[in-house]
T-cell receptor, first 113, second 116 residues
Framework: EADIYQTPRYLVIGTGKKITLECSQTMGHDKMYWYQQDPGMELHLIHYSYGVNSTEKGDLSSESTVSRIRTEHFPLTLESARPSHTSQYLC????????????FGNGTRLTVT | AQKITQTQPGMFVQEKEAVTLDCTYDTSDQSYGLFWYKQPSSGEMIFLIYQGSYDEQNATEGRYSLNFQKARKSANLVISASQLGDSAMYFCAMMGYGGSQGNLIFGKGTKLSVKP
């Protein structure tokens, strides 16, 4: 019952390329998030948004940027990919109530060569 | 500052037995929520169970229950009757509803392996 979609699922790209990771949700959630996760490690919040035209940086410093022009869409962009950006990127959304869990997409596994 | 601590990097359990995964937390918020997620090797994050700080009863969802001890700031996950499909990473997470940002922060996770 995945209502939050991430594309691509896997991406291998060379250093210096510009990339955009797509994230869309069909649940009408106002809150959306991007987490970065290295294999077998914890998730780190890199960006979040509480609604259209609202974006904030998370706890982990990231060279990526995000935009929120539409409620359902929260893309993440890397202007110039580097090997240090190799990681899994997980997008999530939430209805925003106190007991609302985050719903996660399947993630994008990025490898920068 | 908020913090989640999971002290068990890896755990083994025999199929059909129960297992407890430990989680302690630290927060200055009076109101907060605790979540557990499962992450199989395929990478997706699956929500398992939620406990609110003001909930008087421990949360249960099927084979999952949360042993919430507020005074000790612990929120351990108990999985009963383990199945092979339970083998995965398990993450404890917390969201504060007071002075903190209200975003979900995660512990480092526990890798559970269920033996047949």
């Amino acid at each position: 019952e995945a209502d939050i979609y991430q594309t691509p699922r896997y991406l291998v790209i060379g250093t210096g390329k510009k990339i955009t990771l797509e994230c869309s949700q069909t649940m009408g959630h106002d809150k959306m998030y991007w987490y970065q996760q290295d294999p077998g490690m914890e998730l780190h919040l890199i960006h979040y948004s509480y609604g259209v035209n609202s974006t904030e940086k998370g706890d982990l410093s990231s060279e990526s940027t995000v935009s929120r022009i539409r409620t359902e869409h929260f893309p993440l962009t890397l202007e110039s990919a580097r090997p240090s950006h190799t990681s899994q990127y997980l997008c999530a959304s939430s209805a925003g109530q106190a007991n609302s869990p985050l719903h996660f997409g399947n993630g994008t596994r990025l490898t920068v060569t | 500052a908020q913090k989640i601590t999971q002290t068990q990097p890896g755990m083994f359990v025999q199929e059909k037995e129960a297992v407890t995964l430990d989680c302690t937390y630290d927060t200055s918020d009076q109101s907060y929520g605790l979540f557990w997620y499962k992450q199989p090797s395929s990478g997706e994050m699956i929500f398992l169970i939620y406990q609110g700080s003001y909930d008087e009863q421990n949360a249960t969802e099927g084979r999952y229950s949360l042993n919430f001890q507020k005074a000790r700031k612990s929120a351990n996950l108990v999985i009963s009757a383990s199945q092979l499909g339970d083998s995965a990473m398990y993450f404890c997470a917390m969201m504060g509803y007071g002075g903190s940002q209200g975003n979900l922060i995660f512990g480092k996770g526990t890798k559970l392996s269920v033996k047949p």
